[in-house]
């Protein structure tokens, strides 16, 4: 007898073959995801120059022009995040890649209704379809996004997927990532949005062209609320919240992106074409406040001015802000080239040094007396900018009034080899025309320096002479490298000579003639109106300032007390309080001429000093037996006054009329006296060593 199987046994066999079938087809699935090439999801980003506190100043375009900033998760508002993951993905960090109950949905949805309700792609999905560049809504395409996703699971965590995604969704134009996306429609970074911004940038990258905020607001506000009101649904905002958010305008217009610093971002580019991210010292608020500032002042002053800024702290050396033109794209102005590095005649800006020279040499100090009249070196005339001399003046008045006769007088003493040492020792690269040898024209402008050049000069200053290193980058590379180290170079002042060179430029008058409070501070003026300078420092910061045209042309009546000056004040006063400058250091000597020792009361230059052939003094005005009407435009001054004038001999200087006393000048060899009536007049004066001159004239 042949016994039958139960029938029980074939449901069990069945389901045997269909859980073999899909083991094999599970092996299959595996085999091909695994022979599918992984999309690169390191794409290459905009590179971008951040500000000392990561603030965006300006970014490039990647090839084709495409604006596709680098992006971290932690940059992104969580709020956002929500949003994106609630209507694109909701099992984002659940699946591996492909959302099976997310496409039965779509399946479903595309049967009852007809039509593609909601797709079932995931956010890997959509990654791997932005890497691949294939069509979205045929059936290879979604396979082969399926395994790309699959793929890309398989070798990249889900904050690298979502990073990735975020930094290449589009969104509209050359718009890539939310960062690109955010800025240009936002005008902000995606650190922190409303529920409106956010909702608005999770809608854009689902139809980018057609929900552009410029061409169709209309359908990006429709995109908008309705990613507003699925958020609703899902708790993820409050009803108030949507009432307040669908209220919010959409915006109409791009927004340009950053381009603070525009100049230091393309030489810091050029100098590391490789790097993504440049992070640099400068503040990206004073930055733009300063640009602004430039471009304000060069309009006003001439179309074709352009005008530069360096703003550095000289205690750490880190640069602040770094104007380099009046405008980047201001062609009049050719605000391209970069004026903080160019090549100009530094004009009267260098004699700060030149008079600290002599401080350190125990040639002058501030109080000594020097000469300011026409003097003549080895055929070398120098003469004063108003053309003007002052006759014997300290050494004190003779830099606050920028005075030319001292300055080369005190450069003819200490060589000016040796002040193009110690520029060196600044940092500074100074150029001579021809490669000459240095002669006593560089003490006016007559060599080439840059604006970097004078700040590092000025900072080294107001640090007491130390030499300073300024940096504009904070990924370790300085802004001007030296070959040495700070530490092994020698100093550029002594202290007490660096402190007595602040103690005068704090006297300085400014453009209405008084001193600003708190601020040490030179002008410069080069030869024919080419170049204008203002350097200045407080305890804390160094501010430098040029104003000229780029292509070195003449403009009638610049000068740096009126055009760089202001331009000077202005900075300071948006770098907040003043920061008092230092006291003096040990060993200061702090007197008047007539207590000075023997060997400093007057400067040793060459013709005075020790060793020098004293000489009386000689009344230059009016001659011996001259004839004058009283009133007359002949040595005539304000009410009728008469000059007297003097030359030789040491002042102070006391005059007298028929041996009464009519003044006394401590310094000045220029008198103005009111004659009583007419007659003979015997006009004296005797000097500070006793020495005396006479003469007799007839006054009518």
């Not at 859980?19 to 390191?42: E, F, K, M, S, Y």
């Not at 530490?487 to 402190?499: C, F, G, I, Y």
Request: aromatic share 6%; net charge positive; proline share 8%.
């Amino acid at each position: 007898m042949i016994r039958q199987r139960p029938r029980v046994l074939w449901p069990a066999a069945l389901l045997a073959v269909v859980a073999l079938c899909a083991l094999i087809g599970w092996l299959g699935l595996r085999a091909w995801v695994a022979a599918t090439p992984v999309p690169d999801w390191h794409v290459r980003t905009s590179s971008v120059v951040l500000d000392r506190e990561d603030r965006l100043l300006r970014a490039f375009t990647v090839d084709g022009g495409r604006w596709r900033l680098p992006l971290v998760l932690e940059a992104v508002d969580p709020r956002f995040l929500a949003l994106l993951l609630a209507v694109e993905d909701r099992r984002f960090y659940r699946h591996a890649g492909v959302d099976p109950l997310a496409l039965a949905r779509a399946a479903t949805q595309l049967v009852t209704a007809g039509r593609i309700v909601s797709g079932g792609s995931t956010l890997s999905m959509q990654l791997a379809r932005l890497l691949d560049g294939g069509r979205t809504r045929v059936l290879g395409g979604k396979v082969r996004q399926a395994l790309g996703a699959l793929a890309l699971e398989r070798t990249a965590e889900k904050a690298q997927i979502l990073t990735a995604y975020l930094t290449v969704a589009p969104y509209g134009g050359n718009l890539e990532g939310l960062r690109a996306g955010s800025l240009a429609w936002l005008g902000k970074e995606p650190k922190r949005l409303s529920a409106a911004e956010a909702a608005l940038l999770v809608a854009l990258p689902q139809a980018p062209e057609a929900r552009r905020p410029d061409r169709n607001p209309a359908a990006a506000r429709r995109a908008r609320d309705r990613v507003l009101a699925r958020a609703l649904a899902l708790g993820l905002i409050d009803a108030e919240t949507a009432t307040a958010a669908r209220r919010e305008p959409v915006p109409t217009g791009r927004r340009l992106f950053p381009l603070l610093a525009p100049h230091l971002g393309a030489r810091l580019v050029r100098s590391a074409p490789g790097r993504g991210v440049h992070r640099v010292t400068l503040d990206a608020r004073l930055q733009g406040g300063l640009e602004s500032l430039a471009a304000e002042r060069a309009a006003a002053i001439d179309p074709r001015v352009s005008v530069a800024l360096l703003v550095a702290d000289h205690g750490s050396g880190q640069v602040l802000a770094e104007v380099g033109s009046a405008g980047l794209f201001a062609g009049d102005r050719q605000g391209h080239v970069d004026m903080t590095r160019a090549l100009r005649s530094p004009g009267s800006a260098l004699k700060p040094l030149i008079y600290g020279l002599a401080f350190e040499s125990g040639i002058a100090h501030p109080e000594s007396l020097i000469e300011d009249r026409p003097t003549a070196f080895a055929g070398y005339v120098p003469g004063n900018f108003d053309r003007a001399f002052q006759g014997t003046v300290t050494v004190r008045r003779a830099l606050a009034l920028s005075l030319n006769v001292p300055a080369v007088q005190l450069l003819d003493a200490v060589g000016p080899a040796r002040l193009i040492a110690r520029m060196r020792r600044a940092g500074a690269a100074p150029v001579l025309a021809d490669a000459a040898p240095p002669g006593l024209a560089i003490g006016l402008g007559g060599l080439g320096v840059t604006l970097f050049d004078l700040v590092r000069i000025y900072g080294a200053i107001a640090r007491g002479g130390a030499p300073l290193d300024l940096t504009d980058s904070r990924d370790g590379a300085a802004a001007n490298p030296d070959p040495e180290s700070i530490a092994d170079r020698p100093r550029v002042l002594d202290a007490r000579a660096a402190w007595y060179l602040t103690s005068i430029l704090q006297e300085v008058p400014g453009p209405v003639g008084t001193a600003p409070a708190g601020i040490a501070f030179k002008t410069g003026t080069s030869y024919g109106y080419r170049d204008a300078w203002a350097l200045g420092y407080d305890g804390r910061h160094v501010v430098g300032v040029w104003v000229g045209r780029p292509d070195g042309a003449p403009v009638p009546g610049l000068k740096g007390v009126d055009a760089a000056v202001p331009i000077l004040l202005d900075c300071f006063a948006r770098l907040g309080p003043r920061v008092p400058l230092p006291p003096a250091p040990a060993g200061v000597l702090l007197t008047a001429t007539q207590a000075l020792p023997p060997t400093l009361r007057q400067a040793r230059v060459r013709g005075a000093g020790v060793g020098a052939v004293a000489t009386g003094p000689e009344i230059a005005f009016p001659p011996d037996g001259a004839r004058l009407e009283i009133g007359s435009d002949t040595g005539a001054g304000e009410g009728g006054g008469l000059a007297l004038k003097v030359r030789g001999g040491q002042p102070p200087f006391t005059w007298f009329a028929d041996g009464r006393l009519i003044g006394r000048e401590p310094f000045a060899r220029l008198l103005w006296w009111r004659p009583a009536g007419p007659g003979f007049t015997a006009i004296a004066v005797v000097d500070g060593h006793g020495r005396s001159s006479r003469v007799m004239v007839y006054l009518h």
